[in-house]
């Protein structure tokens, strides 16, 4: 169940990245819709991190209960892209912010 669920995610946040983060403008790329956007994909991934750690649970119970080994999900990766989206949406934020200062002295 708990593997479905990380997929559906998974498949979710993929079409975050096509339906917004294609539209960023090049020229212009910090914007708050951006940022926003890189701040709720995280969030994402954070959830799937711990649905990645409810399911290495529930792999340890078959295996230890039925004798079914599952694969386990790769815990460290999902909390390593999760930081790292976090980092760049924080960026993302700041650069809103210098823009924003920019524009308000002139």
Do not use: C, H
């Amino acid at each position: 169940i708990f593997t479905a669920a990380i997929l559906a995610m998974k498949a979710f946040i993929a079409y975050i990245v096509v339906r917004d983060l294609s539209e960023v403008k090049l020229e212009n790329p910090f914007t708050a819709d951006t940022a926003w956007t890189l701040e709720w994909i995280s969030y994402i991934l954070l959830g799937i991190t711990f649905l990645a750690i409810f399911t290495n649970i529930q792999a340890a119970w078959l295996l230890k209960n039925m004798g079914v080994p599952i694969p386990n999900a790769p815990v460290e990766e999902y909390v390593f892209v999760t930081v790292i989206v976090y980092v760049i949406s924080l960026v993302f934020k700041r650069g809103v912010e210098l823009i924003n200062q920019k524009e308000a002295k002139g």
